[in-house]
């Protein structure tokens, strides 16, 4: 039992020895042996390697893949007119060289990442402080954006080289500080104000105007419609007199007849109506009496 036990024993700590000389890049990865803190080898390619068990020999993977660096801050930048202003951006940048970098960098993507938003920031200040708004915000900002690459590169490639390689660098968003931004809102909205104030008087002088131009021309239409009606009225008048001239010259009983038929329907209108005379001695129920032959007897010619 005692020798199983050994052997047993021996198996794993040869396993466990084994394991530790054995270790696995991915192809996503550089990886760094070290030897007694100094770096012994760079491993670029993906695949199984081997080393030397701890504490003789160690390693450790830093990210070969594109990153990406956003702007961590949003502290104000000035312009070349001293405008304040906040951008946001962000760079594409990747590790190229691990021993140039862990020697001048870091040993991890964080420091480089906290050294190259210095880099960046500073690129991008003294670019902004050569350029107006208005530059900042037209077809110049793509110009802005290369020579801000172009500065970190000379540094991050300079005498003693990052071991990194900068792709892209972009703004996202460029604007005034939160002061200056109320403001122009408040400026922005007090001329869309006086600007619908201005369009709702010409529309109510417009209104004004047509409802005066409407009116004018109505009555104009009435005078002239009154005065067609009163026209042909005169014509119908003159007319109707002319008919009844001529008619009541061939019969002066019927013209009398008519005329007092005429006066009795003016007179009886309503059933309302009271009219008290004496029957017997008026003239104005002359037609009314059957004695009289003047009604009633048929005109001769």
Same mark, same amino acid.
């Given at each position: 039992?005692?020798?199983?036990?050994?052997?047993?024993?021996?198996? $794993? !700590?040869a396993l466990a020895l084994l394991s530790s000389t054995l270790f696995v890049v991915d192809q996503r990865q550089f990886g760094v042996v070290y030897a007694l803190g100094q770096i012994k080898e760079v491993i670029t390619e993906p695949g199984l390697n081997f080393k030397l068990p701890p504490p003789f020999q160690n390693v450790t993977y830093i990210d070969k893949r594109l990153l990406t660096l956003d702007s961590?801050?949003?502290?104000?930048?000035?312009?070349?007119?001293?405008? /304040?202003? !906040?951008?946001? &951006?962000?760079?594409? &940048? /990747?590790?190229?060289?691990? $021993?140039?970098?862990?020697?001048?960098?870091? $040993?991890?993507?964080?420091?480089?990442?906290?050294? $190259?938003?210095?880099?960046? /920031?500073?690129?991008?200040q003294e670019e902004i402080n050569r350029r107006t708004v208005r530059e900042l915000l037209s077809g110049k900002r793509e110009q802005l954006m290369a020579d801000v690459k172009k500065e970190v590169l000379e540094v991050v490639k300079g005498a003693k080289p990052w071991?990194?390689?900068?792709?892209?660098?972009?703004?996202? /968003?460029?604007?005034? !500080?939160?002061?200056?931004?109320?403001s122009v809102y408040r400026r922005m909205e007090a001329e869309r104000k006086r600007v619908a104030t201005e369009l709702r008087s010409t529309g109510t002088a417009e209104g004004e105007k047509i409802r005066a131009d409407a009116d004018r021309q109505r009555e104009v239409a009435v005078a002239n419609a009154y005065r067609d009606a009163q026209k042909v009225k005169g014509e119908g008048d003159a007319q109707a007199a002319a008919i009844y001239a001529e008619s009541f010259g061939r019969d002066a009983n019927f013209a009398q007849f008519y005329r007092s038929l005429e006066a009795y329907k003016a007179s009886f209108s309503k059933k309302s109506d009271v009219m008290v005379v004496d029957p017997s001695g008026s003239e104005f129920f002359k037609a009314f009496r059957g004695s009289s032959g003047a009604a009633a007897a048929p005109a001769k010619k």
């Open positions: 039992m005692n020798r199983i036990g050994f052997i047993v024993t021996s198996a $794993l !700590v961590p801050d949003q502290e104000p930048m000035l312009t070349a007119e001293k405008q /304040r202003v !906040v951008i946001d &951006w962000y760079v594409r &940048w /990747r590790i190229t060289d691990p $021993l140039q970098y862990i020697r001048n960098v870091g $040993l991890d993507e964080a420091a480089g990442a906290n050294q $190259l938003n210095r880099v960046v /920031r500073n690129a991008f071991g990194v390689d900068v792709v892209d660098v972009r703004i996202t /968003r460029a604007d005034y !500080v939160d002061a200056i931004t109320e």
